[in-house]
């Protein structure tokens, strides 16, 4: 079940993308965090609006369309921003790197 975050993520990506597919998915478990922690999320978006957009303009209206969500509970977004061409034609989501965990304090040694 999605959490409330999810739910917002997936809300405004429909409205400002209007996806064809569109995958939300929680990775923070895989980061460590607390259970319901929603802070580390991973997006696949296929949308027409990304034709003739490089990928870095294509992350901008991810982030656009994120901006509240991104200034406050969400640490982290993996973005794969695909046009339907591009998804027909390889539908294959790179893995995911494993996350290296620890927090700050520890990576100092406080």
Partial sequence: ADGPLARTIRAKLDAALQPTHLQVLDESP??????????????????????????LQRHRLVHAALDTELAGPLH???????????WEHDPRVPPRPPCLGGSKQERRGD
Avoid: N
């Fill in 76 to 86: 982290a977004l993996a973005i794969v921003a695909r046009t339907p061409q591009q």
């Fill in 30 to 55: 895989r980061h460590g965090g607390p259970p319901g922690a929603e802070t580390h999320f991973s997006v696949v978006v296929v949308s027409e609006r990304f034709a003739g957009l490089p990928p």
